[in-house]
């Protein structure tokens, strides 16, 4: 389905690595198999009103069973890395205690498949699906919860650490914590901004401890490469005078995270601009050090970006996902959108990575999402030519070889996604596939952009669009 690999427009450095993502919740299916515990995603998903459709885990695109044809199809589009997750679920039905042996011999089977073919499997310890048990206790509001996370990275290390070398332990907590306890757009659907950033804290203590569990877990000769991803948002100001406005939005989206991971802690001015919901207390003595815990690279997943500006009344609470934030109102996307609705601004790809780059200068950064949802049509003869989603993968990638250019240490990109697939809160209506999935038949077919990204693998930089 590919052609011989063709001179590069614009070329990336030797060893870039060319991958796509995937997560669990999204492709797996087969939510009951095995002993799998209920996830929070589970619960959510049954519960009417929540996601479109009422759609739920099930049958997604059966990669439980089809792992190997996926597995397959990865390596046919020439491609050198695989970005998955691992199903907590699956490992620990309710979070804690004893690994369930199916569950993990699921994970050992995919790893062996792609070390068979050639591909480094890229494992996530968490894309978003908590042992509903957990929950049940507080979720990520209890501090618990980081300590069960830290057991269950030790559990995995231990089992796949002789072959996997590439480790995230979160996948955007960003999204963990705001969407799933702030606005209640993904699960558990709470809405509470003081149980936000008590997420925030127990989530990025999570990875700390994780990051010393996998470290000290796997076997003696591997070397593991740990990292965190975060959904960081590129914050601009509307005008002249909107600076405080950023460094707001800024503060809760980035630096919440990148303080404590970076510069040795929480934000000061984070924590006033939140201290009419908490004094930060649920943050203890000897925490931040945890957190700060070293990483090797860091993952950045990019999609859009965000306009905002100060309002008159500097109290005034904005409505939406950020805990506390107050006196900023949040411009709506402009044109062009994709079929999700989110802006496309590849400019702002280049402006994030400088500025995570000028943050932390020796880190080497990948970005681990990018793509973007349009509703396809297959033609008579079967083909998807999604044009848009190409133009889009097109313009990043150029926005990431600009990056480069600009001196970023950016060493991978990785597509989302390999396939259409359980879109969360949007259900199966969201297409994000570089190939495309018939929920009926299961069918996998290749779109014209995942035909284009795999020249592009090949060539090792951005070929023409033919
Ligand atoms: C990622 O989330 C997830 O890791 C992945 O599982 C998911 O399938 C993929 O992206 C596509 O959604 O509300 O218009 O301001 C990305 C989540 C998307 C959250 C952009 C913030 C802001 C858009 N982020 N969103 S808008």
Known sequence: TTTAPVTPLLRFPEGF?????????????HTTADGRGQSIWDTFAATPGKVLNGDGGDPACEHYVRYREDVALIKSLGLTDYRFSIAWPRIQPTGSGPANEA??????????????????????????????????????????????????AEIMARRLGDRVRDWSTLNEPWCSAYLGYVNGHHA???????????AVHHLMLGHG???????????????????????????????????????????????????????????????????????????????????????????????????VRVLEDAEAPTPGPL???????????????????????????????????????????????????????????????????LAYYDAHLRAAHEAIEQGVNLRGYFAWSLMDNYEWAFGYSQRFGLT???????????KRSGHWYSRVARAGGIVPID
Do not use: M
């Not at 901004?193 to 008590?198: D, F, S, Y």
């Not at 401890?209 to 070397?223: K, W, Y």
């Not at 970076?262 to 601009?273: A, I, L, N, S, T």
């Open 188 to 198: 558990p659907g709470r809405t509470e901004p003081l149980a936000g950033l008590q």
């Open 209 to 307: 401890l994780a990051v010393r569990a996998i470290r000290d877990s796997v076997p003696a000769q591997a070397s593991p490469r740990i990292s965190v991803v975060l959904n960081l948002a590129q914050v601009d100001p509307v005008g002249e005078g909107d600076e405080e406005a950023v460094r707001k939005v800024d503060g809760l989206s980035n630096r919440v995270f990148l303080g404590p991971l970076f510069h040795g802690g929480y934000p000061e001015d984070v924590k006033d601009d939140t201290a009419h919901l908490t004094d930060w207390s649920f943050v203890q003595d000897g925490d931040e050090k945890i957190i700060a815990s070293p990483l090797d690279w860091l993952g950045i997943n990019y999609y859009t970006t965000t306009r």
């Open 323 to 389: 805990p506390g934030l107050r006196g900023v109102e949040q411009l709506p996307a402009r044109e062009p959108l994709t079929g999700i609705g989110w802006e496309q601004d590849p400019s702002g790809l280049v402006r994030l990575l400088t500025r995570v780059s000028r943050d932390c200068p020796e880190l080497p950064l990948f970005v681990t999402e990018n793509g973007a949802a349009f509703p396809d049509t297959v033609a008579e003869d079967g083909s998807i030519d999604d044009i848009e989603r």
């Open 436 to 446: 495309h999935v018939d929920y009926e038949t299961q069918t996998r077919t290749v």
């Open 17 to 29: 690595r060319w991958g796509v993502a995937t997560a669990a919740f999204q492709i797996e299916g």
């Open 103 to 152: 569950g993990l011999d699921f994970y050992d089977r995919l790893v062996d498949e792609l070390l068979g073919a050639g591909i480094n499997p890229v494992a996530t310890l968490y894309h978003w699906d908590l042992p509903q048990a957990l929950e049940d206790a507080g979720g990520w509001t209890n501090r618990e919860t980081s300590y069960r996370f830290a057991e269950y």
